[in-house]
């Protein structure tokens, strides 16, 4: 797996089970990869949910050999594929929403965006003038019920994208979300 990537973190440890270490990455390839199309690169942002898009077809039908082993983790493990879904979803919301009208959507988007995370994390967002996200970023990562927060760091951190305002949030583990069927 390709480390040179500014955002990659260990996923696939020496403290996981050796028998957990090849899914590990390869979901963690499947989530980098999507999370790429989202917001890198300089490709409008048709072409960016139309990647996603195929990533959503691929889970339905894989034509890939990294799509055939996410179906194979995800039949071996008893996932749902709900939560690649939902990480699918999170991105494209990336692409296509940096206002939100009011505090639910906010939620909901932090929702999508980490609601499959193991462990809890206290996470950032940065918003300009107009109230739209410059950036969402995860400031510290805890254990499954408890995460530190050092307000000093929230307050350094707030000074470097020249945000006017700042979201803070902690979302905790939980269940794939519920969602409606909506037309993509």
């Known amino acids: ?16 089970p ?8 390869i979901i963690y390839r499947f989530a980098r990869s999507a999370d790429d199309f989202a917001d ?7 072409l960016r949910l139309q990647k996603l ?5 691929q889970l339905a039908a894989p034509a890939t050999p990294l799509f055939r082993d996410v179906e194979k983790i995800i039949r071996e493990h008893g996932l749902p594929v709900q939560l690649f879904e939902d990480l699918l979803d999170a991105f494209s919301q990336d ?3 940096k206002r939100y009208a009011n505090y639910s959507q906010v939620l909901d988007y932090c929702r999508a965006s980490m609601g499959f995370a193991s462990k809890e994390q206290f996470r950032i967002l940065f918003l300009d003038k107009r109230n739209q996200i410059i950036a969402d970023e995860v400031q510290q990562t805890g254990t499954v019920d408890h995460t530190p927060v050092y307000v000093r760091e929230v307050a350094k951190r707030a000074l ?6 700042i979201g803070c949030t902690i979302i905790r583990p939980a269940t794939p979300r519920r969602r409606a069927p909506t037309s993509r």
């Open 18 to 25: 050796a028998s957990l270490r090849g899914p590990v990455e």
């Open 53 to 57: 898009n195929d990533y959503r077809a």
């Open 160 to 165: 470097e994208p020249s945000a006017t305002a």
């Open 1 to 16: 797996m390709a480390v040179g990537h500014y955002e990659n973190f260990p996923v696939a440890s020496l403290l996981l």
């Open 95 to 97: 692409v296509t929403q």
């Open 40 to 46: 890198e690169g300089d490709d409008p942002p048709e």
